[in-house]
């Protein structure tokens, strides 16, 4: 799998010894080489210990977690391990799938250190992947065998025509000389393949652009919505990036860079490096676009992150240039590793992290929102996240029922290394209870036989219910939804209230309360979001929708009669806001009677400006919304 660090190369001597030897490897991150000699080294009765502990960790740094495991055994059946091996060990025996052996060996460093935040963290991440694999999703993954091979494929992104899909991959060392030395494979390039209708993959072909022909690894990619810019991450080429390491020798750490190639009408390629590359102090890569393509989302470990590395963002600008990076802050980001990041047509971001409680090292997560305001991330459980490393999550295809799409993981069972699977995802019709209660306002008392309506965000109707006992009622509801509820009853004012169901896991509940206040004779009730234009009279439309509820209430309560009043702010004459508040008043009445209420059931009244709500009298000066305040239409209970 692609690391945001790639370090490639080295300067030093070699020495006679084979320790030297694996230990000059290991310092230039070259952990094959390391690992096949320490292999040679540990392969006696009684070990060096560090060259155990060094080993284990070339095993884990190159993902084979069955043999770090191997390694970390021995280390802690020595008396004289450090308790930090116990740690280590139960990080791998988690990657294993042994949550109950990583729970141990946690509790057994925690009581050893008297350090609990890491082991609790572990332990709290192995009760949950033991609880998700319980309950599945409705996910359905398969392996794309006619893509994936003993070596590594991920991140396989679907371009926009639908039809042609881009992955990164390990090509064939007979075909590639040049060898990463971390993990002892050749560099990552970009592949391209067609999808087939089911979303599974054809046979691949190293893509012909111009970004497969850099020096080191190249990918992943994210492609702009008319399929004309690339956005490719690559490792550095230059020079650049010495870093002194132990013995005061140079190694060369190589950080990621972004580059945008974008196809002329010619056949020919421009390449232009991202604006806020820095390769001389971070790496940035990892490139997702909105769907619109005006946000860019990326990932860096650039200075003002949360931890390792973070997501972050930039804002296209009118000139087509990209805006400064902001953080997607710390909803999203941990202290841990952010990496992978993609954003479905419904702006929701998809992204892997370590930093998080989950299954294995990498799990995938997702969040609702956008640039930097974002719904908490939550674990898309078992079986998209697995004990291994679950990354590079993204949806190609979208529908009311259900979603299609691609996940990249090195799970046990696969091909090879790093394999890319297919999934469908069957979106479960209700998942969250949305409860509630309708009260009387005054009396606190329940209300039975009330008519509940609930509508979406686009005040669309769901569904249409009565209260039963204790004035409870209860609909299934969608997750990643707002909804709005009303209710209503003869002889009471209706009341609306609004709630969402973002962020809420599935089985779970949300409450609300609905408070009714009764049309008690000498009760007044203001209605909101009346506006006129200046100095007229005449219903607005907007005006009309809010006169239209109270003219259902009319027919509700056929034997309610009312006074509708208006009245105006302070400014102007007293007599022009008398005249002006009573020709509203009165139009406000005829409005209703055009729609059938009978005139002997109101009074129009303007009061003018003599009932302000507040100080802002002749003369004293506030603001328009404190003004606004005093501007408005209420209607009095004289009869029921």
């Given at each position: ?26 310092k230039?991150f ?6 096949a000699?320490y ?8 070990p060096k ?10 095993y ?5 977690y069955?043999?770090?495991?191997q390694?970390?055994?021995r ?13 280590r ?61 003993a070596?590594?494929e991920?991140?396989?992104?679907a371009?926009s ?6 992955y ?45 022909n850099?020096a ?21 080429s ?65 200075p ?7 997501i ?8 087509g ?5 902001q ?10 590793d ?12 998809y ?6 409680p ?40 979208s ?7 691609y ?6 069972g ?7 699977y ?17 009260y ?13 309506t ?37 002889g ?19 409450k609300?309360?609905?408070y ?13 979001n ?13 005006a ?25 702010d ?10 002006l508040?009573?020709k ?11 729609k ?10 303007g ?16 603001s ?17």
């Open positions: 799998m692609l690391l945001l660090c790639s370090n490639i190369g080295a300067f030093g001597q070699e020495t006679p010894s084979l320790r030297d030897r694996a230990n000059q490897f290991y230039e070259q952990y094959a080489k390391a690992a000699i292999e040679k080294l540990v392969d006696v009765n009684k210990q560090a060259d155990l502990e060094n080993l284990a960790d070339c884990q740094k190159m993902n084979n069955q043999m770090a495991e390694c970390y055994a280390i802690v059946a020595d008396s004289t391990s450090g308790p930090e091996n116990l740690l060990y139960a990080m791998v025996l988690k990657s294993n799938a042994k949550y109950a052996e990583a729970k141990q060996s946690a509790e057994q460093y925690a009581a050893k250190t008297g350090s609990q935040d890491s082991a609790r963290s572990l332990i709290q991440s192995c009760d949950s992947a033991l609880l998700w694999m319980q309950h599945a999703t409705t996910h359905v993954l398969r392996n794309e065998s006619a893509v994936n091979t070596l590594s991920f991140a396989a992104y371009a025509d639908g039809s042609h899909v881009f990164v991959g390990e090509p064939d060392a007979v075909m590639f000389k040049n060898v990463y030395g971390w993990t002892g494979n050749p560099f990552l390039r970009i592949y391209n393949t067609r999808r087939n209708s089911d979303n599974s993959l054809q046979q691949s072909n190293l893509s012909d652009a111009p970004f497969n850099e080191y690894h190249v990918g992943p990619v994210a492609i702009n919505p008319e399929g004309t810019s690339f956005y490719v991450t690559r490792t550095y230059g020079k650049l990036n010495e870093k002194v390491k132990d013995d005061k020798k140079n190694y060369r750490m190589k950080n990621l860079e972004l580059y945008i190639y974008t196809k002329n009408g010619d056949g020919t390629w421009t390449n232009t490096p991202f604006p806020y590359n820095k390769v001389e102090e971070y790496s940035v890569g990892h490139a997702a676009l909105s769907s619109d393509g005006e946000i860019l989302y990326f990932v860096s470990d650039m003002g992150g949360q931890g390792g590395t973070d972050w963002y930039c804002e296209r600008q009118p000139d240039s990209w805006g400064s990076p953080n997607a802050g710390p909803v999203v980001n941990s202290k841990g952010e990496m992978f990041p993609s954003i479905a047509k419904d702006g929701t971001l992204f892997s992290s370590n930093g998080w989950g299954m294995g090292n990498l799990d995938v997560f997702s969040a609702k929102g956008a640039k930097g305001q974002w719904s908490n991330a939550i674990n898309m459980h078992y079986p998209v996240n697995s004990p291994g490393d679950d990354f590079a999550y993204i949806v190609n295809q529908t009311n029922t259900g979603e299609m799409g996940l990249s993981s090195n799970r046990q696969g091909v090879g290394s790093d394999d890319i297919s999934f469908t995802y069957q979106k479960p019709k209700y998942t969250v209870l949305l409860v509630g209660n309708v009387d306002k005054d009396t606190n008392e329940s209300i039975k036989g009330a008519n509940i609930l509508s979406d965000a686009t005040k669309t109707l769901v569904e249409k219910q009565q209260s039963g006992e204790n004035g409870a009622f209860l609909f299934e509801v969608d997750p990643e939804k707002s909804y709005s509820i009303l209710g209503e009853k003869i009471f004012y209706p009341n609306t209230v609004n709630t969402t169901t973002n962020g809420i896991s599935p089985g779970d509940t949300v609300v309360a609905l009714l206040d009764s049309l008690k004779k000498g009760k007044t009730f203001r209605l909101d009346i506006y006129y234009d200046f100095n007229k009279y005449n219903i607005r439309p907007d009309a929708v809010i006169l239209d509820g109270l003219v259902k209430i009319m027919q509700d309560n056929p034997t309610l009669k009312i006074e509708l009043s208006s009245h105006t302070s400014r102007g004459s007293d007599q022009y806001n008398q005249t508040s009573q509203r008043a009165q139009a406000a009445v005829d409005y209703l009677v055009s059938g209420i009978t005139r002997d059931r109101m009074i129009a009244k009061y003018g400006e003599s009932r302000l709500l507040n100080r802002c009298a002749n003369g004293v000066k506030c328009e919304a404190d003004h606004q305040l005093n501007r408005r239409t209420e209607f009095t209970v004289l009869e029921r």
